[in-house]
C-alpha cells in the first residue's frame, strides 16, 4: 500500500488534492464511458454518435485532466488494455504503477522457486540499436546457439555461452517481425513487413544473403517446417496482416546465379518472388500473431484475435486444398500457444487472460483452464522435462504452472522497460541447459533453480575429503565415509539421506576405509590405529570388533579392507595396513571379538633372471582360506647379493582373488613392484617392467595406486554355480560386485605341527618342481583350463597395464585424451566384466571395453577399446562403482562430493547431498558441475574395414565423342567453334575403365601416428605367361643333361 502512495506522490506531485480527485472522477468516468461504447460495437448496437471516444479524444482528455504527471506511453497501454479486456483496470496504471495489481509476485522461498530471479543475467551488447526491441528469439538444438532479431534489423546469433558468433545489421526500411533457422540449408530467415531475409551465417562475403520480394500483405511471423528430410530443401510458414498463412518452399536451386537479379543499392541479392513456389490460404478473419509447426502432431498451428476462427490446427497439405480446416473458436482470440509433448495437450493463451488446455483432436472445448492472469496472455513456452508452462502477461509478470497438476508454482515480474514496449514480447525455453530467455530492449535469462544449483553451488556430500564409497547392491544404497569418520547412507535412485554415524571408531579416530560383504547385510570399517570394526548394514548397529593394540601406533593405520567371509558361524576379513603387513582377521560366533589369525610375510627378494620363488604348503589349523607360510632363517644370507636379488618396498595396494581353482594374492608398491602370491600353484613371483638398453635392467619408477583382477564372464557364470568367489582390487569399495562373498573354506583341514614352509628359488628346483607338488600341479592344471584371469594394475604415469598370471605384460593402455589424466587412482569394472573404469588424480574417469579382449587375451585382433572419458571432478578421484540396473557410475573425490553419471555418456545427474530428487531417468539437459567445464569426450568404435574404390581422374571415351550429335546452328558458326569443341570434350569424359586397386583395411592405431593410416593394398596375382612348346622342349632336356647340336637347334628354329 505504501507503494501505490508513494507513486501517487510522485506521480501527481503537479496536482493539488482536490483537482486531483476531481480530475480522477473524471477520468473514471471517460472509462466506463469508452467500455459501453465498446461493449455496443461487439453487440452490434453501436450507433454513430458525436461523442464518440476514440484514441485521440482519450489522449487529449487524459492529458487535459493529468497535464505532465501521465506519459505517452502509459496513455496508450491504459487505452490498448481498457478496449482489449472491457474491464475497468487499476487507475494507478495511467501513472505507469503496477506494484498493487494481485497479478504480482508472489512472496517464496528459494527451495519453492522454479526459476532463480535474483540470478537473472542481461545481454545489451551488440544485440539491438538504440531505442530498438527484440522482436523474435529462436533456440536452434541441433548446433546449440540462440537466434535474436531486433525491430531495426540486428540479427545475431549466440553459441551456448550466449557469446556472440555472428552478428548481421540488415539495411532495410522496414521492420523485422520474426526470424527463425532453415536447419537443411543452414540459413537464417527472417521476415519484414515487405520481404523475406536469407541470411548465410557461414560465408565471409559482403553479399551473404538473399531478399525475396515482393510480397503484397505485411508479415507479422515466421517458422520453419522440420518435417523435410532433403538435405538441400526447407519449408517455411509466415502469416500476415489479412488472415493469411504461407508455405514458401526453398531448396538449393533458388539461390544459383541465373534466379536473382542484382540491384546496385540492394545489400543482399535479389529474389523475385513470383519464380518460387509459395502456396497461401485465409485461415483467420484478423492479424495472423504466431505461426508454429509442431513435429510431434504432424501438423501447423496459427493463432489469430479472431474470435471465431482464433487457432488452427491441421495438416500442412490444408494450404494446397480446399478442405475445411480443423478451427478452435476462443473469446477474444488467442495471442500465444505451445504444445506439451509429454501431457500432450495444446495450451492456449489470449486477450481473455485465461489459459486454455486442449486436446489435440477435440476443438470443441478445453480440457482445462488455468487461472490468474490480470492482463492479457502475450506469449506461452514449455519447460519439456519438468512439465511446465511458463506464461507471460502484457504487464511482464511471469507464471509458472504444472501441466500435470495445473497448480501454479511461481509467480514473478520483470522491471525492465514498460508495457508500451510488450506488442510483442519474445520467449524461449531452453530445454537444454535449463534457462528462459526473454526479449524487450535487452535480452534476460532467467536460470532455472536447480540448474543454478548443480552449476554454481559447489557440490558437496561431506565436509571434508572422502575417503571411501561402498555400494550395497542388494539394498540399492551407498556409504560414504570423511575423514572426520561421519558415515552416511544414502538412496542411490533419490539421491537422499537415510542415516549417519558419527565418530564411529571414537573421537578423533579417523575412519580410512570399508568393505561390504556380497548379501550387504555387513559392512566393515578400518580406522587409523589399526582398529576393524563390523556392523549390521540397515540398522548401523556395531557387530564386533578388533580391539586396539597395546603398543598401536600411526604405522597401523588400515589402508584396505576386504570381507571374505560373512555368515552366522564365521566373518573373516583381509586388511592392509601402511606397514606393508596384509593380515586375515576374524571372528566365530562364539567370540565376541575379532582376532588376526593369519599374517602373509614380508616382501620375498627375487634372483633378477628369473623372479620366481616356489613354496612349499600346508594348510593352517588357525584359518581356512590361506595356507601358512613361513620364511627360511637363513634366507639373510643370500640376500647379501644385490647381483641376485630386488629389494623389496612398500606395499600401496592389493588385489585378491579367491575361486575355484584360483587362490591369488598380487600387492603393489611404490617403485612399481607387482608380487603375485599363488596358493594354488604354490609359487610368488615379481611383475615388473624393465629398461630393455639398461644393463642393470633397474625398475621403471611407475608406482601402482591400484589393483583388480579381470575375470572373463563364462569364468565367471561357471564359478558363481559352484562356489562364490572373491575379487578385490587395491581400492575395494569401487569394486563390489567383486569385492565381497561368502566363501566355502577349503574342505581339506590337515592337522599337524608348525609348519614349515620352505621357499626355494626357480633356478635351484627346476628339477624338482614337478616331484615335490605333483598332487598340486594336477589339480592346479584342472582349474586352470579356459579363460585365465587377468591382472590390471593402474600406475602413477597414467597407464593402466594387463598382465597374465604367469607374469608377462600383454598390453598397456594409455587414456586417449586431449588433456592430460594425470596419475591414474582407482580401477573397477561392471558386473558382467565388460567395461574397465578408472579414475584419476586430476579428476577424470576413463572407461574401456574389454569384452572382447577378456574372450581371447592372446589374440593381438582382439582390442582394448576406450569408449568414454570425462572429468567428473576438479580434485582426485578416490573411489568409484558402476551399478547396472540403473546405468550409472559413482564416482567420489577428494573435494567431499559424491557424484553419480550415466554410464553410457557422461550425463551429470547431480551429488549425493543435494535437495532436489535425482532424476535417472532423463538426460535431455546438458548440465555440468560448478568445477567443471568440459563436456564428455565419446570415443567413436574404429570403423570395419570396407573395401573402397579408389578415385581416378576422367579420361577420354573416344566413342562417346564420335557418338556425340551436333548442336545447333547458332553454335556452329566460326565464332562459336571453340565452344562447341569445349563442350564436346567435357561431355566425352568418363571414368577410366581399368579395373582399380582395392582398400581392404585400414592402417592400425598400434602402428604409431604415420604409419598407422597408411592404406594397406592388395594387388591381384598375375596370370601365369604360357611358354612355347619349343622352350619347354628345351628346358625339359636341359633338365635332363642332355646336349644341344646345331642341327637340333635348327630344328627348334623351324618348330617356332
Aim: aromatic share 8%; with cysteine; glycine share 6%.
Amino acid at each position: 500500500m505504501s507503494e501505490k502512495k508513494d507513486c501517487v506522490k510522485e506521480g501527481c506531485s503537479a496536482l493539488k488534492s482536490p483537482d486531483f480527485k476531481n480530475a480522477l472522477e473524471q477520468f473514471q468516468k471517460l472509462v466506463e464511458k469508452m467500455i459501453i461504447q465498446k461493449t455496443k460495437e461487439e453487440s452490434d448496437l453501436y450507433t454513430e454518435e458525436d461523442d464518440e471516444i476514440d484514441y485521440d479524444k482519450f489522449y487529449k482528455t487524459t492529458r487535459a485532466l493529468f497535464g505532465s504527471a501521465v506519459k505517452d506511453h502509459n496513455i496508450q497501454a491504459f487505452f490498448r488494455k481498457t478496449i482489449n479486456n472491457l474491464e475497468m483496470p487499476d487507475w494507478l496504471e495511467i501513472f505507469g504503477c503496477f506494484t498493487g495489481d494481485s497479478d504480482g509476485p508472489l512472496s517464496q522461498s528459494k527451495e519453492s522457486m522454479v526459476f532463480l530471479v535474483s540470478e537473472k543475467k542481461q545481454i545489451t551488447d551488440s544485440v539491438v540499436k538504440r531505442k530498438d526491441v527484440i522482436k523474435g528469439i529462436v533456440k536452434v538444438s541441433r548446433l546449440d546457439f540462440t537466434i535474436t532479431a531486433s525491430q531495426k534489423g540486428v540479427i545475431t546469433i549466440f553459441n551456448n555461452q550466449m557469446k556472440v558468433q555472428a552478428t548481421i545489421n540488415v539495411e532495410d526500411t522496414a521492420w523485422i517481425t520474426g526470424c527463425d533457422f532453415l536447419p537443411q540449408l543452414k540459413y537464417v530467415v527472417a521476415v519484414t513487413e515487405s520481404t523475406v531475409v536469407i541470411w548465410d551465417y557461414k560465408s565471409d562475403d559482403k553479399d551473404n544473403g538473399y531478399v525475396i520480394k515482393p510480397m503484397k500483405n505485411c508479415l507479422l511471423c515466421v517458422c520453419t517446417v522440420t518435417m523435410s528430410d532433403h538435405l538441400a530443401k526447407d519449408s517455411i510458414l509466415m502469416g500476415d496482416d489479412k488472415g493469411y498463412v504461407y508455405l514458401l518452399t526453398l531448396t538449393s536451386d533458388d539461390f544459383i546465379m541465373k534466379q536473382y537479379k542484382a540491384e546496385k543499392e540492394s545489400q543482399f541479392r535479389v529474389l523475385d518472388s513470383e519464380n518460387l513456389n509459395i502456396l497461401k490460404r485465409k485461415l483467420h478473419d484478423d492479424w495472423v500473431g504466431k505461426v508454429r509447426y509442431i513435429s510431434a502432431l504432424k501438423r501447423f498451428g496459427s493463432c489469430s484475435s479472431d474470435s471465431l476462427r482464433s487457432f488452427v490446427l491441421d495438416d500442412i497439405k490444408r494450404l494446397e486444398d480446399n478442405l475445411p480446416a480443423r478451427e478452435f473458436s476462443v473469446p477474444k482470440g488467442v495471442n500465444a500457444f505451445t504444445y506439451c509433448g509429454k501431457a500432450k495437450v495444446i495450451v492456449t493463451g489470449g486477450n481473455d487472460r485465461v489459459l486454455r488446455l486442449w486436446n489435440p483432436a477435440i476443438n470443441i472445448r478445453p480440457t482445462g483452464k488455468l487461472l490468474g492472469h490480470k492482463h492479457s496472455v502475450v506469449e506461452i513456452v514449455t519447460n519439456e522435462k519438468d512439465q511446465h508452462v511458463i506464461s507471460l502477461s502484457s504487464a511482464k509478470v511471469f507464471r509458472v504452472w504444472d501441466v500435470q497438476t495445473l497448480a501454479p508454482l511461481q509467480v514473478f515480474h520483470d522491471n525492465q522497460g514498460s508495457p508500451a514496449e510488450l506488442d510483442t514480447f519474445p520467449m524461449v525455453f531452453d530445454n537444454d541447459h535449463g534457462i528462459l530467455i526473454t526479449g524487450s530492449d535487452v535480452i534476460d535469462i532467467y536460470p532455472l533453480a536447480n540448474v543454478i544449483e548443480d552449476t554454481r553451488h559447489l557440490p558437496q556430500t561431506h565436509e571434508k575429503s572422502i575417503n571411501a564409497l561402498i555400494y550395497n547392491r542388494a539394498l540399492h544404497q551407498i556409504l560414504t565415509i570423511c575423514t572426520e569418520s561421519i558415515l552416511k547412507v544414502w538412496d542411490l535412485e533419490t539421491g537422499y539421506q537415510i542415516y549417519q554415524i558419527e565418530d564411529a571408531h571414537g573421537v578423533n579416530t579417523e575412519v580410512t576405509c570399508a568393505a561390504i560383504e556380497i548379501n550387504g547385510f555387513y559392512v566393515a570399517t578400518g580406522a587409523c590405529d589399526g582398529t576393524v570394526k563390523i556392523w549390521e548394514f540397515e540398522s548401523g548397529q556395531e557387530f564386533k570388533a578388533l580391539p586396539l593394540a597395546q603398543h598401536s601406533e600411526d604405522e597401523h593405520r588400515v589402508l584396505k579392507i576386504v570381507y571374505l567371509k560373512a555368515d552366522e558361524s564365521q566373518h573373516a576379513l583381509l586388511v592392509l595396513e601402511k606397514t606393508g603387513k596384509m593380515k586375515l582377521i576374524q571372528g566365530d560366533s562364539t567370540q565376541t571379538h575379532l582376532h588376526v589369525a593369519w599374517v602373509l610375510p614380508d616382501a620375498v627378494s627375487f634372483p633378477r633372471r628369473n623372479p620366481v620363488v616356489y613354496l612349499l604348503l600346508k594348510p593352517d589349523t588357525s584359518q581356512d582360506f590361506f595356507p601358512a607360510i613361513r620364511l627360511l632363517s637363513n634366507i639373510s644370507s643370500l640376500s647379501d647379493d644385490t647381483q641376485s636379488f630386488v629389494p623389496s618396498v612398500e606395499i600401496n595396494c592389493f588385489a585378491v582373488l579367491k575361486a575355484e581353482g584360483w587362490s591369488l594374492i598380487a600387492t603393489g608398491s611404490a617403485n612399481g613392484e607387482i608380487i603375485l602370491w599363488d596358493f594354488e600353484y604354490g609359487s610368488v613371483r615379481c611383475l615388473r617392467e624393465t629398461h630393455e638398453h639398461s644393463q642393470d635392467s633397474v625398475f621403471q619408477e611407475c608406482g601402482v595406486n591400484a589393483m583388480l583382477f579381470l575375470v572373463h564372464g563364462a569364468f565367471t557364470s561357471r564359478k558363481r554355480s559352484s562356489q562364490p568367489s572373491t575379487t578385490v582390487t587395491g581400492d575395494v569399495s569401487a569394486t563390489p560386485e567383486h569385492e565381497s562373498s561368502s566363501l566355502n573354506p577349503n574342505k581339506e583341514n590337515v592337522e599337524g605341527d608348525k609348519v614349515n614352509t620352505e621357499i626355494t628359488t626357480a633356478e635351484d628346483t627346476a628339477t624338482s618342481e614337478n616331484t615335490q607338488y605333483p598332487e598340486m600341479n594336477v589339480q592346479s592344471s584342472k582349474a586352470r583350463v579356459g579363460h585365465s584371469p587377468i591382472l590390471a594394475s593402474a600406475h602413477g604415469r597414467g597407464c593402466i597395464r594387463l598382465w597374465s598370471i604367469q607374469g608377462n605384460l600383454i598390453k598397456e593402455l594409455l587414456p586417449f585424451s586431449k588433456d592430460p589424466s594425470g596419475p591414474l587412482t582407482v580401477l573397477c569394472t561392471d558386473i558382467s566384466t565388460e567395461l574397465l573404469l578408472a579414475g584419476s588424480k586430476e579428476g577424470y574417469v576413463i572407461c574401456w571395453n574389454i569384452a572382447s579382449f577378456l574372450e581371447d587375451s592372446q589374440n593381438k585382433k582382439k582390442q582394448v577399446k576406450e569408449k568414454l572419458c570425462w572429468r567428473a571432478h576438479n580434485t582426485e578421484v578416490v573411489d568409484l562403482f558402476h551399478e547396472e540396473e540403473k546405468n550409472v557410475v559413482v564416482t567420489a573425490s577428494t573435494d567431499g562430493s559424491v557424484r553419480i553419471w550415466h554410464a553410457d555418456n557422461g550425463y551429470y545427474f547431480g551429488y549425493f547431498g543435494q535437495s532436489r530428487k535425482f532424476e535417472l531417468s532423463d538426460t535431455s539437459r546438458l548440465i555440468l558441475p560448478s568445477d567443471v567445464n568440459n563436456f564428455t569426450a565419446i570415443i567413436r568404435e574404429e570403423s570395419k574395414p570396407v573395401e573402397k574404390k579408389v578415385e581416378y581422374p576422367l579420361m577420354l571415351d573416344k566413342d562417346k565423342w564420335k557418338s556425340l550429335t551436333r548442336l545447333p546452328l547458332v553454335l556452329e558458326k566460326a565464332q562459336h567453334a571453340n565452344v562447341v569443341q569445349d563442350f564436346k570434350f567435357f561431355q566425352a569424359l568418363a571414368p577410366e575403365t581399368t579395373k582399380p586397386l582395392e582398400v581392404f583395411e585400414a592402417g592400425s592405431k598400434e602402428a604409431g601416428a604415420v604409419y598407422g593410416i597408411l592404406p594397406i593394398y592388395e594387388l591381384e596375382t598375375p596370370a601365369e605367361v604360357s611358354m612355347p612348346k619349343s622352350l619347354q622342349r628345351i628346358k625339359a632336356m636341359k633338365s635332363a643333361g642332355w646336349k644341344m647340336d646345331t642341327d637340333s637347334n635348327e630344328d627348334l628354329g623351324q618348330d617356332k
